[in-house]
Nanobody
Framework: QVRIVESGGGLVHPGGSLRLSCAASGIIFTDYAMGWYRQAPQKERELVAH????????HYEDFVKGRFTISRDNAANTMDLQMNNLEPEDTAVYYC???????????WGQGTQVTVSS
């Protein structure tokens, strides 16, 4: 059974930091690229960042470049998103996604809420 579980969300003031974590089980973790998406109220889900299967390649959307850092630990089957200098516009539900390297399948977590507010 595949499980993708996010954690680490919460309420933070503007300028603050949060670290999201994603734990995967039931898959061969190194066969999957991993990504973070987010969905704000009344908006479509959007990509935030992704990382290759071996962790060597990363991609960030422009709106998080220089503020967020994606990483993964293939020994622990986990992926993290370090979020610094958070802005109210970062408020959203953040989702972890695992995408097979051959695009055979993909798996999503249930999401974790991030709220940036004073």
């Amino acid at each position: 059974q595949v499980r993708i579980v996010e954690s680490g969300g919460g309420l933070v003031h503007p300028g603050g930091s949060l670290r999201l974590s994603c734990a995967a089980s039931g898959i061969i973790f190194t066969d999957y690229a991993m990504g973070w998406y987010r969905q704000a109220p009344q908006k479509e889900r959007e990509l935030v960042a992704h990382i290759s299967e071996d962790g060597e390649r990363t991609h960030y959307e422009d709106f998080v470049k220089g503020r967020f850092t994606i990483s993964r630990d293939n020994a622990a089957n986990t992926m993290d998103l370090q979020m610094n200098n958070l802005e109210p516009e970062d408020t959203a539900v953040y989702y972890c996604c695992a995408v097979h390297k051959l695009a055979l399948d993909d798996y999503w977590g249930q999401g974790t809420q991030v709220t940036v507010s004073s």
